[in-house]
Structure formats: C-alpha cells, structure tokens
C-alpha cells in the first residue's frame, strides 16, 4: 500500500536518451508515449487499492461499528445534559451548595481561630516558664543559662528600644515583657555587683586586686569568666566593664602619666591548687633618680603592662572581650598621654625637632604592641590618636610657637604704658645726643620720628618671627607666616580699645599712637622686599603684608585728624567767649576779648609742646598750618561782620590783633624754619601761603587805622585782594568805620566798580 503513495518519477517513463538537461524540449512522441504509460500506471493503482479493500473488509467494518456507538452515546449525553439543565433551572441546589460552603468556611475559620489561640496560649505558657526558669537560675546562680534565656526571650518577645506598641499583639504580650525587663534589670544588676566584687583599688596598698572566684548574696564559687560570658550573652558586656575601665583610668593610668616621679607595676599571682583564685597588680613610684619623668618608653611600657594584666586577668585573653575594654578605655587614654605627656614634649626650638623623632618611633611601636593584643582597632584610623599626634608634630609646634607669639606681643601691647620722653626731632635730649630707643627713620621717608616701646618691640618680635619663616619647613612657616601677621593686627586690636580715654584728649599719647601707626605701615611696606625672597617656595605664593599697611596709614591719619578736630574745636570754645569782639572799647568787653586771645594763645602754645618733639616735621606744619587757619579766618570774620565800630573801637581791636600776633610770634617763625613743603613746581611755599588767613589778619589790623582813600587805594592797587578780602567785606568794613559822607560815597563806588 506504501507503494501507492510513492512519487512518480516522469523521466523514467520517457525513452529519450539524454534528458539530463531540464531545458531539453519534449517531441510529440515523447508526449504521447508519455500519457500512454502514466494511464497504464493509473489502472494498475487502482487494481491495488480494490484488492487492499477486499483484503481488509473487516476491518473497515469494525471501525465504521465503532463510529456509529460513539455517535450513538454522543446524543444520549446530549439529551441527559439538556434534561440536567432543565431540572435546575430554579437553582435550588445552588443555594443549598453556597450554604453549605459558609457553613464549612466558618467552621474552618473557627477551627483556625482555636488552634492559634491554642498555639498563643501553649507559647505563652512557655514563654512564662522560660521566665521561671530564668528567674529560678539567677537565684541559683546559673548565671550563663539565665543570660541564653533572656537573649531567647528578648526574640520571643520582640524586646526593643523602640516603645511603640503594636495595638494588634495581645495583651499578655506586655505584661510579658515587663517581666523579661524586670528579670533583665535583676541579671544586670547581680552581674554588675559581681564585677564590683571581682576587680577592686585597695587604696592602702595601692594596689588593683582581682578575684577570680566570686561569692555574692549566698552564691559561691561563681567564676569570673562565668560572669563575663554572662555579659556578653545578655549583650551588656560594656555597661559591666565600664565601671572596671573608670577604675583602671583613675588609679592606674592616670597616676601613671601624672606622679611627680615615674611608676612601676608589678603584678602578682596567687595560684590555690593549681587555679589562679586571684591577681594583684601593684603601683610602685619608682625611686631610682636616674629615671626621667617624661621618658617615652618607660610611660609606653608601663602602659603596656597593664593593659597586659587586663587582658590576662580581667578579660581572661577572650579577643571580644579585651577589644570591649579597648573601646571603652581606649580614648580617654589616648588623650590622658597627648596631654600630659606628649604636648609637654614638643620642641620649643625648631633645631630640636629631630629629636623628637625617637618618641615618634615609641609611640609607633606602643600602638604596634596594642593591635597586636587586640586592644585597638587595626583598621579604623581613629585608634591611631597618637601617632598622627606625634607625626604631626610639626603642625603642633608651628601651633604652640604661634600662640607663645601672639602671647608675647599681647603682653607686651597691654604692659607698655606709653609714656613719651622729652626728646627733640633730632633725636637729642636736654641738648645731648641720645640713642634712644623710641627715636626711628622711617624706611619710606626722609624723616625720622618718636615712637612708642611697644612698637619697636612688636616690630622686632615681627622681624625675628620671619626669620624662623626663612629657615623652617613649609608647614611650620606658613604658621609663623602668620602669627607674624596676627601679631600686627593685634596692635590694631589691643591699643585702640587700651587708650581709648587718651585718644578723646589732647596729648603726647595719641600723638605717639599716630607715629606707631605710621612707623608700622612702613616697615610692613618693607617686610616683603626684605624676606619674600628667602621664604619656602609654597609661602612665597600666599605671603602678603602690603594689603596690611594701608590699614595702619589710615589709622595713623584718623588719629592724627581726631586731634586736629579736638583743637579747633577747643580753639573755637576760646572765641566764642570774646562775643564776636563786640565793644571792645569798653572795658569789661575788652577784657573779655583779651581774655579769649590769651587763651587761644595758650592752647596753641600747649599744642606746639605736645606736637612739635613728636609729629614729622612736614606733618607738624601742615597741622598746625590747620590749626592757625581755623584762628586766624574766625578772627577776621567776626571783626568784618561788626556793623559799626567807633573810633576807639578799632583801635583796640587793632591792639588785640597785635598782641595775638605777638604772642605767636615764636610759633611763626618756627613753622617759618620748616621749609619742607613744596608745590608741584618746586617752589617752596611760604607760611602765608599755608595759612591764607594769616596775611588777611596782618592787613586788617592795618586798616583798622587807615584813611578812607588809603584803603580805596590799597584795594584799586589789588593788595587787598591778594590778602584774601572780598568787595563785600571792604564795603561792609567801610560802612562800619566811616560816617555816610560824599567821600565815602565816592569811595564805595570806586570799590564796587561804579566809576
């Protein structure tokens, strides 16, 4: 049959000779003989399949038997299934399905319910005789199995630090833990006493004893280890050691780095039956003089041998528990041996600093020995508190001779007093050359002035503290870099506020003040010529003074010109007493303007006594240039603005004007002698040109008794508009002097330009 379904192959039923080429046409004969034999193939097909079917007759007819049942059961099935949905058409066993499943739905929800209850109740109970358990072994002083029970109980019961309460855990739940806190605080409280107990100071002896079998309240025989174990597990192993590592800080390490004299441990055994039963470790202050209090490895090993003993007979060489005491003694010893050992033994010379190189390799090896024992950390960089200390060594002296600096030049700001000598300009007193030490040239002028003690001081402290710049490491320089600056400011900071009083006043102290400041401003200006080009490579890019000395200029000019304001002021409280010079032909008034004169002539005195030995001699003249000025211009004024003067009247006043000017007439020529100031073109400039007023003063003393013509004369002639009177003053002055008259009126005409 399989031979029926085989594919014909065309080609072989061809008799062409080569047909190997696809492409090769088809003749007509070929064709017919072709259909000839595929219908000659066709019959003998069909003549297999007949006798195939004939063959298998059964079998065909079993199968189409079977065909026929399955049909058959098919629409019975059909016709039950149609019956089924018709019955139940009203869904009455529906409802009685869906009742049925509530009713198995509840009774498993009920059944669930009473079976977690009956788990909550049989954990509760358990919970509760664990708690007996723990609280019956605490008594009989199974201390380990009560600390595994609670550490178990405290997951049980979700023991935290958190007090929120779940509002959907049972009640029980609370009262549970309140009895676990209650039985956690009575462990707590036993293990602390026996700890209490096992490590004590016996302070007669001076020495720490160490009880490795422990008896408190009725429990005997109680080893130490036991206890610790205890701790660990309950998990308050710090808070037992903490009160043993406040004893060993306060009587062991302490005394070990604060005895006048060096102390030696010592520690004892006593075995009983081959177990150690107890330990001492006893404090000796050495008495050997050749031992040195601040020796390195003699405070190091001492260290060492306790923290030996610790770990040998306190934490019973358990890693954890030594790295505990560690943690909790750790630090405070650590800076117990910075501050009482370590600072104190910081080069105070920068020459020294090698030699501190020893106690940096014994602190390495101190720390060494501790990781070694498990004492510090070998990982976390905050164990090493002692080594970066003492690497870091040049930072701490840079810092300790810094603050010694501003130290010095505070003192030495707050001690000088201030007191200005009787010296000249030219540095002589009592008519004798002196070296004094206050008397300085200025590096940035021609001059040389007075100066205070606390600023040569605090210039040469300045100046030796740039010379240490020059010769230190980077680090250490950039800190006397700039303690050498703080050290200036601290003049700007301390004096000011010191002489506050002094400054509110005329008086040599201010004067002082003005020179410090201008003295300081210019050898600040030459501290960067002089050192910059010694300074380390790294400080010559951040050294700066000159934005400093603008700062001290400016000060020097604000004192200088407070004073300045102070005198005028003063000078114009004398004047105002003369009234404006008012009927000076009368007596009393004359007295009272005489008066007025006498004590502007005081004040100016008492300013050229106080100015002239101190100030630079271009500054003492421009001043005092000022000063005159502010006189002589409200002089002049005043006795203008009288609007009628008798006869006698000007007389006086021209009386006044004399004295005045003869009674400053050795200040004149004093500030006459300075010729130091110059215009732009090189000129010398004149007194009168400094004090305009002083020329006006001089010709209205002439006018005062001059003819009407002589004074229309001398203002057509220009003189007195060189002496600085305007048109207005002239007439006003006329008007007062002379009767109205033709004269007059042709005069004042002639002024004002009418003619």
């Known amino acids: 049959m399989d031979a029926l379904f085989d594919s014909i192959?065309?080609?072989?039923?061809?008799?062409?000779?080569?047909?190997?080429?696809?492409?090769?046409p088809l003749s007509s004969p070929d064709l017919r003989l072709l259909i000839q034999r595929l219908d000659s193939h066709s019959l003998q097909i069909k003549s297999k399949i007949q006798s195939y079917l004939l063959s298998h007759h059964n079998d065909f007819a079993n199968l189409f038997s079977v065909c026929d049942d399955a049909v058959s059961r098919s629409n019975r099935i059909s016709d039950d299934v149609v019956q089924l949905l018709s019955s139940i058409s009203n869904r009455p066993i529906e409802a009685e399905i869906g009742q049925i499943m509530k009713q198995?739905?509840?009774?498993?929800?009920?059944?669930r319910e009473k079976r977690g209850l009956l788990e909550l109740v049989r954990a509760i109970l358990e919970i509760s005789e664990k708690l007996k358990g723990a609280r019956e072994g605490l008594r009989n002083g199974r201390l380990r199995f009560t600390a595994e029970e609670l550490r178990e109980l405290k997951k049980a019961l979700r023991v935290s630090d958190d007090d929120r309460v779940d509002e959907r855990e049972p009640v029980v739940y609370s009262l549970l833990r309140k009895q676990w806190s209650e039985c956690f605080e009575e462990i707590q409280e036993v293990l602390v006493r026996f700890i209490g107990n096992a490590v004590r100071f016996e302070r007669e002896s001076n020495r720490i004893r160490v009880k490795c079998v422990l008896s408190v309240d009725g429990n005997d025989g109680i080893e130490l280890r036991t206890v610790l174990e205890?701790?660990?597990?309950?998990?308050?192993?710090?808070?037992g050691l903490a009160k043993v590592a406040d004893l060993m800080i306060k009587h062991v390490i302490s005394p070990a780095l604060n005895f006048g004299a060096p102390v030696s441990f010592v520690a004892e055994v006593n075995p009983d039956s081959q177990v150690i039963t107890e330990a001492t470790l006893n404090i000796v202050p050495s008495s050997d003089p050749k031992i040195e209090k601040m020796d390195g490895e003699i405070i190091y090993s001492g260290i060492i041998q306790v923290i030996k003993f610790i770990n040998n007979h306190i934490c019973l060489k358990d890693v954890s528990w030594i790295r505990c005491f560690g943690r909790l003694t750790w630090p405070r010893i650590s800076e117990l041996i910075i501050s009482n050992f370590l600072s104190k033994v910081v080069p105070e010379d920068a020459s020294k600093l090698a030699d501190f190189l020893k106690i940096i390799k014994c602190t390495s090896e101190f720390e060494t020995a501790l990781r070694e024992m498990k004492f510090i950390s070998a990982s976390d960089n905050k164990d090493n508190q002692l080594s970066n200390f003492a690497e870091n060594v040049e930072v701490h002296f840079a810092s300790r001779k810094k603050t010694e600096i501003l130290a010095k030049a505070r003192n030495l700001l707050l001690q000088c007093d201030f007191a200005a000598q009787e010296y000249t300009r030219n540095g002589k007193k009592d008519g004798v050359a002196a070296e004094t030490p206050g008397h300085v040239d200025l590096l940035f002028l021609s001059e040389s002035c007075v100066v205070s003690k606390a600023a040569i001081q605090l210039m040469k402290l300045v100046h030796q503290t740039l010379k240490d710049v020059c010769l230190s490491s980077p680090r250490v320089a950039f800190e006397f870099y700039r303690a050498a600056r703080d050290a200036l400011l601290l003049y700007e900071v301390v004096i000011p506020v010191k002489l506050e009083r002094q400054l509110n006043g005329i008086n040599q102290v201010a004067v002082l003040m003005y020179n410090d400041c201008l003295y300081l401003s210019q050898e600040i200006l030459g501290l960067a010529f002089e050192y910059r080009s010694d300074f380390p490579s790294s400080i010559k890019e951040h050294a700066m003074f000159v934005d400093m000395a603008p700062r001290f200029h400016l000060m020097a000019e604000e004192i200088l010109q407070r004073q300045i304001k102070l005198v005028i002021h003063n000078l114009r409280e004398a004047l105002d007493g003369a009234d404006g010079f008012q009927n000076t032909h009368q007596m009393q008034q004359f007295q009272s303007a005489k008066f007025s004169i006498d004590q502007v002539v005081f004040i100016l005195e008492k300013v050229r006594m106080i100015w002239e030995p101190l100030l630079l001699?271009?500054?003492?003249?421009?001043?005092m240039c000022m000063v005159l000025?502010?006189?002589?211009?409200?002089?002049?004024?005043?006795i203008l603005l009288l609007d009628d003067m008798a006869a006698d009247e000007t007389l006086e006043l021209q009386r006044l004007i004399h004295v005045m000017l003869e009674s400053l007439t050795s200040l004149l020529d004093g500030l006459a002698a300075l010729q130091v100031v110059k215009s732009q073109e090189g000129i010398t400039c004149t007194l009168d040109d400094l004090?305009?007023?002083?020329?006006?003063?001089?010709k209205l003393a002439d006018l005062l008794d001059m003819p009407l013509k002589s004074i229309t004369t001398a203002w057509e002639s220009g003189q007195l508009h060189s002496c600085g009177f305007t048109t207005s003053e002239v007439v006003d002055f006329i008007k007062a002097i002379f009767q109205d008259s033709t004269l007059r009126r042709e005069c004042l005409g002639r002024i004002n330009g009418d003619f």
Do not use: W
């Open 9 to 24: 192959n065309v080609r072989e039923l061809l008799s062409a000779q080569d047909l190997s080429d696809p492409t090769t």
């Open 104 to 111: 198995m739905s509840a009774t498993t929800k009920e059944a």
């Open 230 to 239: 205890a701790l660990d597990v309950v998990g308050i192993l710090d808070y």
């Open 617 to 623: 001699a271009s500054t003492y003249k421009r001043s």
């Open 629 to 638: 000025e502010s006189v002589f211009s409200r002089v002049a004024k005043d």
């Open 691 to 698: 004090v305009p007023s002083l020329r006006k003063i001089r």
